[in-house]
């Protein structure tokens, strides 16, 4: 197939309500026709407002001044930023410009404001500082007129943007449908399952799923970059041979590379001969402490807490090592997997694969893995009730943590799972 056949130039004006700013009351005063802002807000209400931003927007955001208030440490604040702004980036292919709070005169907490200004300026891109602005008589935000201007509601000429390649949406533009089916076509030839949805026309989760575990078994540098494919990495895909070992994509379908189906993988139905995933390569235990410490503190919730129930349950084993047959089994142990032990004979990660599309024998991948964890602490971090909090883990007794320790129950969805 022609190359020409698979160059795709997009050229899209943004609209008004593509523009969205998020953040406290140095975003509620930029202005703009999506404002989601709110006065007093830390990050972790301003995660709350980036999981409300549409896909492909373009996204204003200040934040982390009211956390130095609270006391939070700058490294802290500034990792916390940097995480909001790359889930934007890459789970939703927002375009974000950050715009850095003054350091003011007058603050709660005044001698950690330049400190946190810097760690934020090297964790992330700055769009604007707003330092040295004419400050309003609290010694804390600028004058009115240092905010007008900077949020523009509407694209210009030269914003139009023509990229070759796909985009992974939604939105799904009507005119990529045909490169989008026959690239899925291709990857299902290769063994890649798309999903459930099959050949649909359509650059989702899924798809991007498929595109990771192809990249990974070529060694492709940064294979889990699943927002964006180039006209040329779909022309060596197109040309591309199976290879003998195929890896999983995560989906709820995969193929079976010796007899070429697609299969629904259920591990409530207990195969004893089935190998036992294991975690992959590329992640350690301490990889995945701190992923849970960055998405614990995003929640409102208690790191430590949050590690000692991981330590309690998935730490040592991606699946579970207690034995059992039959229905809630896999491979002659327990059907419960990941650093939190989500079981698919009918508890938590039957949920999981439920709201995801993903199967959790074949999401021991670093993005699985990672996914889980959000997953995970969401429903931590907003339910109550008998089952609510942390009572649906057994790994909370020997770990001495109490239902509602740490946050549980009380916290903030954040929903950037996928």
């Given amino acids: 197939m022609r190359y020409s056949d698979f160059k795709i130039v ?19 005063a930029m202005g703009g026709s999506n404002n989601l802002a709110a006065d007093g807000a830390r990050l972790s209400a301003i995660a709350q407002q980036a999981a409300r931003v549409p896909e492909g927007a373009i996204v204003y955001m200040t934040g982390g001044h009211n956390d130095v208030a609270a006391g939070a440490q700058p490294q802290q604040i500034a990792a916390q930023v940097k995480s909001i702004i790359d889930d934007l980036v890459n789970n939703k292919n927002a375009e974000v410009t950050y715009i850095l709070f003054p350091e003011g005169s007058s603050n709660t907490n005044q001698e950690q404001m330049a400190p946190t200004r810097q760690a934020i300026a090297a964790a992330v891109p700055v769009g604007q500082d707003l330092d040295g602005c004419s400050m309003q008589g609290d010694g804390i935000h600028c004058q009115l007129s240092a905010y007008r201007g900077i949020v523009r509601d509407s694209a210009t000429p030269n914003q139009t943007q023509e990229q070759d390649g796909l985009q992974k949406g939604p939105p799904y533009p009507q005119e990529q449908r045909e ?22 026309g359509k650059y989702g989760p899924r798809t991007a799923r498929a595109i990771a575990a192809y990249r990974r078994d070529r060694e492709l540098p940064d294979p889990n970059r ?6 040329e990495e779909i022309q060596a895909l197109m040309s591309a041979e199976r290879t003998e070992e195929i890896t999983a994509t ?8 010796e007899t ?10 207990g195969d004893p001969n089935a190998p036992a995933p294991g975690y992959p390569d590329d992640i350690t235990r301490r990889d995945i402490e701190q992923i849970i410490t960055r998405e614990a503190q ?18 040592s084993s991606y699946q579970s090592t ?24 009918g508890g938590l990660g039957n949920e999981y694969q ?32 008998r089952i609510g909090g942390w009572a649906q883990w057994a790994g909370r007794i020997p770990a001495r943590v109490g239902q509602y320790d740490g946050g549980a129950g009380s916290g903030e969805a954040v929903n950037n799972w996928s």
Avoid: C, M
């Fill in 354 to 385: 439920r709201q995801t599309g993903r199967d959790l024998i074949t999401d021991n991948t670093r993005d699985g893995i990672e996914n889980q964890i959000r997953w995970a602490l969401d429903y931590v971090a907003t339910t109550r009730g």
């Fill in 260 to 269: 070429g189906d697609r299969e629904y993988s259920n591990a409530a139905a």
């Fill in 298 to 315: 995003l929640r409102g919730l208690d790191p430590s807490v949050a590690i000692r129930i991981f330590r309690a349950e998935g730490a």
């Fill in 322 to 345: 207690i034995p059992r047959s039959g229905s809630g089994s896999h491979a002659g142990r327990e059907a419960s997997f990941g650093p939190y032990q989500l079981f698919i004979g």
């Fill in 10 to 28: 997009e050229t899209k004006l943004r609209e008004a309500n593509e523009v969205y700013v998020i953040g406290d009351s140095h975003a509620r």
């Fill in 179 to 200: 490169a989008v089916s026959q690239l899925q076509a291709k990857l299902e030839e290769l063994y890649y399952s798309v999903g459930n949805t099959g050949v649909d």
């Fill in 250 to 257: 995560g989906n709820r379908y995969e193929f079976n590379p």
């Fill in 226 to 231: 699943g927002a964006a494919i180039s006209a």
